[in-house]
């Protein structure tokens, strides 16, 4: 979490839009635009603090109580937002503006999420809705065996069960209970930040969100649909082999040989990720890795404290401070006992200086190792652009963010749990086990790809009208079966809401991010390894220790969104463009694997 993103409502007043109806009576000098800039960067740091207090007790303590008070600051801040972005767009005919100037008027016209209309009352239904969505997901429950089970146990349970019936009922229970219930009041959001976004000078809220990467909203859409053509063929031939496997563990009734796969048989109630089943699909003997990450963990007395110290230690060996007193002090690593909480991971930053916070609930296993090098990632980011101006203190673009702690993770490889003391040198797999190696990141890294893409087109097609209410759940399902290759395991109609059950969804993050960091990252990871002279396999690369490579990193990071995403691009890997031929390269070995092993099957779905 941002600084002036409070929470997940209060996304919604994140930096504002372009106003119509805003011109003044005589044109704005350069130093009233300075004056201006300089106001709004003092207001929005003097509400942020309070803001992201109050909206780090509403997650960590979910009641009516908090639910209404973070409600109401956040509707002060979409009010604010709304007010800053009416009155930037007064500067846009000023000539001779600085360079920062400019830059910050842009970002106050161009950052909001969720933009409430200027109609009495709006901010604060939009905000209270948006709350509500929050919490509804929050306190969310699906059964087991005809028991309820929270969310983050529901979760873990989708990736150890191999029970199909029991997999179905957690993911039919899941999705109906948490989603269904919002149906109405998402619609009814949409509905008020349209009118927003349009007030403000914007077609929806979707061309809104696509507007803040340095090109229009269209270059933004062709630019992502060109990412993912690049790795399409990777993606296509890795669902062509796990659908095999599928087919060869549970049958023809289950899961049929050709055709889309059933989305709860891939260890995630998502399907986004499908590393959790890697035992179903590894190959004989090269699929045997000879260890599992959440076994040594467990082997090794690991709680929830020594691994994030773990993960702190690899930002460390790179040259970076230690985190503060207070990180350990005022995070949640745990779910409580006694209360609700949004056990989604996520990383803040309070203060916009050092109080810098994550909050989980971690279980001692491989995917929250790896999850909390991804959150320290956004607060070793987050701490290196703190001596930015307020307006600049954020990623080079909202992908970035995610890639840091990505870029770290790539980095747990054996010789890394080795050098950390995890796994015995011994048992390093040797260059034989490469495509199990391989086949294990693709299961998460490559798999995701699709998902990450859909989730945002879903919501631009929302914002457009293009999808209507009528329609949201059929065109869910659709785009799913269109990208993913994935069908939900049994028939699902309008009654659903099945969006709703992805906590970004009723958390109103914008989600795109996700799929530039799946790429990003193998880029930063292969500059990382270049810059560190690495000879060998590029998966097997870790720059664990290597303090030039953490002074490199470290000078993009502390650019912050002080210039284009492009320079900052490129003051790290020396390209100015992003690309999925990083990632490419890296699973180059298993691509050709793939093929092999996919003669003779029909790929498509």
């Not at 709350?131 to 699906?142: A, D, E, P, V």
């Not at 929302?462 to 759940?473: D, T």
Request: proline share 5%.
């Amino acid at each position: 979490m941002k600084p002036i993103f409070v929470s997940a409502l209060a996304l919604a007043i994140a930096t504002p839009a372009v106003a119509q109806n805003a011109a003044p009576a005589a044109t704005p000098t350069v130093a009233e635009a300075d004056a201006f800039v300089a106001a709004a960067e003092k207001e929005y740091f003097d509400y942020s603090v309070f803001g992201s207090q109050v909206a780090w007790v509403n997650n960590t303590y979910i009641t009516d109580d908090t639910d209404a008070l973070n409600a109401r600051v956040g509707a002060e801040g979409t009010e604010l937002g709304v007010k800053y972005a009416k009155g930037a767009a007064r500067f846009n005919a000023v000539q001779g503006l600085s360079y920062d100037t400019k830059r910050k008027l842009d970002m106050l016209r161009n950052g909001l999420v969720l933009p409430a209309p200027s109609i009495p009352g709006a901010a604060t239904e939009l905000n209270t809705i948006a709350t509500r969505l929050n919490s509804t997901y929050g306190k969310g429950k699906g059964t087991l065996r005809g028991q309820p089970v929270n969310g983050s146990d529901i979760e873990a349970a989708m990736g150890t069960d191999r029970n199909p019936d029991e997999l179905k009922e957690m993911w039919v229970s899941w999705h109906t209970n948490v989603g269904a219930p919002m149906k109405n009041d998402y619609a009814r959001m949409v509905e008020i930040a349209n009118q927003g976004a349009k007030e403000l000078g914007y077609a929806d809220v979707g061309a809104m969100w696509r507007s803040g990467y340095d090109m229009t909203p269209e270059q933004f859409a062709t630019l992502t649909d060109k990412l993912w053509a690049e790795v399409k063929p990777l993606y296509d031939q890795l669902h062509c082999y796990t659908r095999a496997k599928l087919n060869e563990k549970y049958g023809d009734r289950v899961q049929a040989k050709t055709g889309p796969i059933r989305a709860d048989l891939l260890g995630n109630m998502w399907a986004q990720e499908w590393g959790n089943i890697y035992d179903v699909v590894a190959p004989k003997g090269a699929g045997d890795l000879g260890f599992d990450t959440g076994d040594l963990l467990v082997a090794k007395g690991y709680d929830h404290l020594k691994m994030v110290r773990t993960g702190e230690g690899f930002y460390s060996s790179l040259g970076f401070a230690p985190l503060p007193a207070t990180f350990w002090e005022r995070s949640q690593f745990v779910k409580p006992r006694d209360r609700e909480v949004v056990c989604h991971a996520s990383a803040w930053d309070i203060d916009s200086k050092d109080d810098l916070r994550i909050k989980m609930c971690i279980k001692v296993n491989g995917d929250d190792f790896v999850t909390i090098h991804h959150e320290l990632g956004h607060n070793y980011y987050q701490r290196a652009y703190n001596k930015q101006p307020y307006l600049y203190l954020n990623g080079a673009n909202d992908g970035f963010h995610e890639a840091i702690g990505d870029t770290i993770a790539l980095s747990i490889t054996p010789q890394y749990l080795v050098q950390i003391g995890l796994l015995d040198a011994a048992k390093v797999p040797a260059p034989d086990k490469d495509i199990g190696l391989l086949l294990k990141q693709a299961m998460d890294k490559v798999a995701f790809l699709p998902f990450g893409l859909l989730v945002d087109k879903w919501r631009w097609g929302v914002f457009s009208g293009q999808i209507a209410p009528a329609s949201y759940n059929k065109a869910w399902t659709d785009l799913r079966r269109q990208y993913q290759g994935i069908v939900p395991p049994v028939e699902r109609t309008e009654a659903n809401f099945d969006p709703g059950a992805k906590y970004h969804i009723p958390g109103n993050t914008p989600y795109t991010r996700y799929f530039l960091a799946r790429l990003l990252q193998f880029q930063f990871y292969e500059a990382a390894c270049k810059q560190a002279g690495w000879k060998g396999p590029l998966h097997r690369c870790s720059f664990y220790g290597n303090k030039e490579v953490g002074k490199r990193f470290n000078a993009m990071l502390e650019m912050g969104a002080s210039k284009p995403w492009p320079d900052a691009l490129q003051a790290f890997t020396g390209s100015r463009e992003m690309s999925g031929k990083s990632m490419i390269a890296y699973f180059k070995p298993l691509m050709t694997w793939l093929q092999t092993q996919n003669k003779g099957r029909n790929c498509s779905w």
